[in-house]
Nanobody, 126 residues
């Protein structure tokens, strides 16, 4: 049974930092492209960042470039998202997702992802 479990969310003031983690089980982690998505109330679930199984070329949404960094530790079956200079607009539920496709690169498209975590809430106060 595949499980993706996110942690590290919380309440932080604008300008602060958080580090999200996603621990995977029940799958061969280094076969999967991984991603972080977020969804604010009343909005679509959008990709924040993704990283291929090889930890090669990463993708970032324009809104987080230069502030967020995605990484993975395949030995620990764990995905990370370091979030700096947080803004109130970053407030959302953050989800990790796994994509077992044969594409070389990861994708920001929700349809590519086979497995999802339950999410961790990030709230940024002004």
């Amino acid at each position: 049974q595949v499980q993706l479990v996110e942690s590290g969310g919380g309440l932080v003031q604008a300008g602060g930092s958080l580090r999200l983690s996603c621990t995977a089980s029940g799958l061969t982690f280094d076969d999967y492209h991984m991603a972080w998505f977020r969804q604010a109330p009343g909005k679509e679930r959008d990709c924040v960042s993704c990283i291929p199984w090889s930890a090669g070329t990463t993708y970032y949404a324009d809104s987080v470039k230069g502030r967020f960094t995605i990484s993975r530790d395949n030995a620990k079956n764990t995905l990370y998202l370091q979030m700096n200079s947080l803004k109130p607009g970053d407030t959302a539920m953050y989800y990790c997702a796994a994509d077992l496709s044969s594409y070389r690169d990861c994708s920001g498209s929700r349809s590519r992802y086979n497995y999802w975590g339950q999410g961790t809430q990030v709230t940024v106060s002004s």
